[in-house]
């Protein structure tokens, strides 16, 4: 039985992704809230976040080295201090430099706490089970960062925020601690391959950039956009929660849309159904009479292209390589393409928000539809060739590529689509149309 055999002896690393997860999204969202409430400026906030997903790409290069010397348990306890530090430091003394310092402390922490986990789990995932394990820890995680996003509803005091999103670390810590699941061996750090990728998969490539772009706006400046309309803290986490949901819903149908369409028409489709959700945002101020029932249905819906486009750009990737590339390569290469984006979004578009929110819809609205226009004019996938999508966190590790089960051809083969052949006309067909002409 799959839940005897796969699931219940690495139950309390879904319980430390959990815990770690709702204490990611309760800080992601409440910083940036916080800071606007405080009198700061778009700007200086998007800075400020950016600095959080800076620590993630340096975590993605050198976390690895500190995991392999020491361990995994006792770089999880190190990285779990680190992070806990960096939170309480936040109520120690208010200074945006000096924040901008703890987020990029916190960023590094969480993404190598990330690595440590994914790892695990890829040790303890059978070929068989690689798939199902792979999709609960997507679920695991989309249902935390809701649940984070929820919990901001209460409308805590700030000290007691941080406090509670350290409770929530090292409770996580708590839990891999007393894991008896085996320590796995950290493959060495493999270099990215950003260039080489652009020239094969360049559709791949641009969606990750997008998809990281729209994932590190909606987390640093969406809240900001939403609580200068509604000024309630509690919008904001009611808004930022359905968002996430939108998200988790959306990952079912547009895979399996994805494997029948293809992935070029589904990433143009989330580019411009996003296009078409932001005009919408823009308006609504106009027209929604201080209604959050309609903020709240138009969140749900641009959850449900914003967190598809990066799973969409790795499925798409995975199609146009064959078999003899490194497909763990290529996975990480994206991801530190969607990390990028992430990292450039609050940084662009704080200054824009600050300027003007008509136009850091316009800017947004300008990133999807280049996705659109770009997907439709890159090159067809044969159906022959078309792989299987996987839906992924909206936050991961290095190690996420490695517990990919497309690796495994004999699960692609098994989970790939049936494709309606075309209708050929049998051979035997001319020859006896000849034969009798004669």
Do not use: C
């Not at 924040?99 to 990029?104: D, H, N, Q, V």
């Not at 440590?116 to 690689?130: G, P």
């Amino acid at each position: 039985m799959f839940f005897k055999r796969a699931l219940l002896p690495i139950s309390s690393l879904f319980f430390s992704i959990a815990l770690l997860a709702t204490g990611y999204g309760l800080l992601m969202t409440f910083i940036g809230v916080f800071l606007k409430q405080e009198g700061l400026s778009e700007g200086v906030i998007g800075l400020i976040n950016a600095a959080f997903f800076l620590g993630a790409m340096l975590a993605a290069v050198f976390s690895q080295k500190l995991i392999v010397t020491v361990g995994h348990a006792r770089s999880f306890s190190a990285f779990s201090a680190i992070m806990v530090m960096a939170f309480l430091g936040h109520a120690l003394w208010f200074d945006p430099w000096f924040w901008a310092g703890l987020r990029l402390v916190s960023g590094f922490a969480f993404y190598a706490m990330l690595i440590v986990l994914e790892s695990w789990l890829n040790v303890k995932s059978s070929t068989e089970d690689r798939g199902k394990i792979l999709a609960i820890y997507t679920i695991v995680f989309f249902l935390a960062l809701a649940l984070g996003q929820l919990l901001l509803m209460f409308e805590m005091p700030a000290t007691t925020i941080f406090i509670l999103g350290s409770i929530l670390v090292l409770w996580s810590l708590v839990l891999v601690a007393i894991t008896r699941v085996t320590q796995p061996i950290l493959k060495p750090f493999e270099r990215y391959s950003m260039p080489k990728l652009l020239s094969i998969a360049p559709l791949a490539l641009v969606g990750s950039f997008i998809g990281g772009v729209f994932v590190g706006a909606f987390y640093t400046m969406l809240p900001l956009y939403v609580l200068n309309v509604f000024d309630q803290a509690s919008v904001v986490s009611l808004f930022m929660a359905i968002t996430i949901l939108g998200g988790l819903v959306a990952q079912l149908p547009v895979g399996v849309l994805s494997d029948r369409l293809g992935r070029r028409k589904m990433l143009a489709w989330a580019g411009f159904f996003s296009v078409a959700i932001l005009a919408l945002m823009l308006v609504l101020p106009w027209i929604w009479q201080d209604s959050v029932v309609l903020l709240y249905a138009v969140g749900f819906l641009l959850g449900m292209s914003l967190f598809s486009i990066y799973p969409l750009s790795v499925a798409r990737a995975n199609d146009v390589f064959d078999e003899n590339k490194d497909l763990v390569e290529i996975s990480r290469t994206l991801l530190f393409s969607y990390g990028l984006g992430s990292f450039i979004a609050p940084l662009m578009l704080g200054f824009i928000l600050g300027f003007s929110a008509a136009a850091f819809f316009i800017v947004l609205a300008l990133f999807a539809l280049a996705l659109g226009v770009y997907s439709l004019m890159a090159e067809r996938v044969a159906d022959e060739n078309m792989n299987v999508y996987v839906a992924v966190p909206i936050a991961s590790g290095e190690v996420l590529a490695e517990m990919d089960p497309r690796q495994d051809e004999e699960w692609v083969e098994e989970k790939r689509p049936d494709m309606d052949p075309p209708v050929e006309q049998p051979a035997d067909v001319s020859a006896s149309s000849t034969a009798e002409m004669k």
